[in-house]
């Protein structure tokens, strides 16, 4: 089954077109949401407008929906250098 929770594909159609997304939840409308690396939010999206990959992944784990999307891995920033106090 192609259309299911956590498959990677291509989007064709719209501004993310060409970029990768992964499936994060069946609507009841028929409709599909999507999380793509340009726009991290869940977006509404017509499942004829994906191209499937055979690829699927655990859309409840960030690690691997980011490893999906090729995004990379960001460090952590160092703390906040303390400034001195003024007397």
Do not use: S, W
Not at 57 to 78: R, S, W
Request: glycine share 4%; charged share 40%; aromatic share 4%.
């Amino acid at each position: 089954m192609l259309l299911e929770v956590g498959r990677v594909c291509i989007k064709k159609y719209g501004r993310d077109a060409g970029k990768r997304a992964v499936i994060t939840k069946l609507r009841e409308d028929g409709f599909v949401d999507v999380v793509t690396a340009a726009r991290p939010k869940d977006r509404r999206c017509n499942p004829r407008h994906l191209e499937f990959l055979n690829e699927k992944v655990d859309a409840k784990d960030k690690a691997m929906v980011n490893k999906a999307l090729e995004l990379e891995e960001k460090e952590p920033h160092p703390a906040p250098k303390q400034k001195p106090a003024k007397k």
